[in-house]
């Protein structure tokens, strides 16, 4: 694991990238901001994980890591020993964590609840939107931790996924008060929430197909995938989060429901058809 710190004084704030070893924008975005030499105002730390995954080209050594916390300082698994790491690295502090993926081209956020701190840092992020996972799809994750929240970037391995990385980071750290900035880009107001409700399981085939686009709604009774041919169709409306044909083993992604959506300073519930601000984009 790498560690390095901008500033003097005990960091509060921390980017990390690198927790899966496939996913090279977060390691892209902490070497840009390096090679930045930025005027820091407020200590901060930026962190890559998982160096020797990152080494060997693959998402994991042993284990995965983003399923391993807290681990333990005498785990048999290289991650389990890395969580427990990185953990007292991150311990009290406010935390991103960079990541991409194989479901969606357009940068979002994963907390575990909409809090104080994800509400502020949303505000100045520029994401498409917020998924909350709850405890229940949070466990062995690093966002189980307090005050951290996950970006998908982008496309795994694209270009724009790295741009989009350091771009995120940068916006992160002057919310925070680490440099003095403008920031980006404002962020989408109202910021639609969408909370996980059920895995969709991936059934046993040689080839899959999705052909819905995650947060657009899905119908009841809507094909939304295929599994060697065979389609699958919704057994009640939903929205699509993190849905792709390969990025999981067992599951083709998650049910979500839009629960309410993020103004500038405080949340409102959604309304009809008002309440898909991700349909209406497109």
């Not at 070497?31 to 930025?38: G, T, V």
């Not at 951290?148 to 980071?169: M, P, T, Y």
Request: a negative charge; proline letters at 7%; one cysteine or more.
């Amino acid at each position: 694991m790498r560690v390095e710190t901008l500033g003097d004084g005990e960091p509060e704030v921390v980017v990390v990238g690198g927790i899966h070893g496939d996913e090279p924008c977060g390691p892209a975005a902490v070497e840009a901001l390096l090679e930045a030499d930025l005027e820091v105002d407020r200590p901060a730390k930026l962190i890559v994980a998982n160096e020797e995954a990152i080494d060997r080209g693959v998402r994991y050594v042993d284990e995965d890591l983003n399923r391993a916390f807290p681990g333990s300082p005498d785990a048999d698994s290289h991650e389990g020993r890395l969580a427990h790491e990185l953990l007292t690295e991150i311990r009290d502090a406010e935390v991103l964590s960079l990541h991409s993926t194989q479901s969606y081209a357009e940068p979002f956020a994963i907390a575990r609840e909409v809090d104080g701190y994800v509400r502020s840092t949303c505000s100045y992020l520029s994401v498409e939107a917020l998924v909350e996972t709850a405890e229940t799809h949070s466990a062995g994750r690093l966002l189980g931790q307090p005050q951290v929240i996950e970006l998908e970037c982008g496309l795994q391995r694209s270009v724009a996924a790295a741009e989009n990385a350091e771009r995120l980071s940068r916006e992160f750290l002057v919310g925070r008060g680490v440099v003095a900035g403008e920031g980006g880009p404002p962020r989408r107001h109202p910021l639609p929430v969408f909370r996980l409700e059920r895995q969709i399981p991936k059934p046993q085939a040689d080839t899959y197909e999705v052909f819905v686009r995650n947060f657009e709604r899905v119908a009841e009774g809507e094909r939304y995938a295929a599994a060697d041919g065979a389609d699958l169709t919704a057994d009640r409306p939903f929205y699509p989060v993190l849905m792709s044909p390969y990025g999981y083993e067992n599951v083709l992604g998650y049910e979500g429901d839009l629960s309410r959506r993020l103004e500038a300073d405080h949340p409102t519930a959604p309304t009809g058809e008002d309440a898909a601000p991700a349909e209406r984009s497109r």
